[in-house]
Nanobody
Framework: QVQLAESGGGLVQPGGSLRLSCAPS??????????WGWYRQAPGKQREWVAT???????EYADSVKGRFTISRDNAKNTVYLQMNSLKPEDTAVYYC??????????WGRGTQGTVSS
């Protein structure tokens, strides 16, 4: 059974950066031919979509993160990344990866906590 493992979260000050990683584990599962997304869930709010990268490397972002976040993938490492710059307190959330919206989702991982606070 595929398990998604997110990592790279932490505590940063406003204006800081974090780089999140996502890799499947628990079975042989290749990310190369799939579109992937990052999602986040802030306290008391529903999970929301943040960014998408297709198998053809096209990207799309939520308006709230456009120009600050960058999604990328390294197929050789079977890993998807989210570079988050110019972080704001409202970016505080648990961040998850999964297949892109509209796809059949895999089981959600535990996510990685990103906290932006002075």
């Amino acid at each position: 059974q595929v398990q998604l493992a997110e990592s790279g979260g932490g505590l940063v000050q406003p204006g800081g950066s974090l780089r999140l990683s996502c890799a499947p584990s628990g079975s042989i599962f290749i990310i190369r031919d799939m579109g992937w997304g990052w999602y986040r869930q802030a306290p008391g709010k529903q999970r929301e979509w943040v960014a998408t990268i297709t198998s053809g490397l096209s990207t799309e972002y939520a308006d709230s993160v456009k120009g600050r976040f960058t999604i990328s993938r390294d197929n050789a490492k079977n890993t998807v990344y989210l570079q988050m710059n110019s972080l704001k307190p409202e970016d505080t959330a648990v961040y998850y990866c999964n297949r892109r919206p509209g796809s059949t989702m895999l089981n959600w991982g535990r996510g990685t906590q990103g906290t932006v606070s002075s």
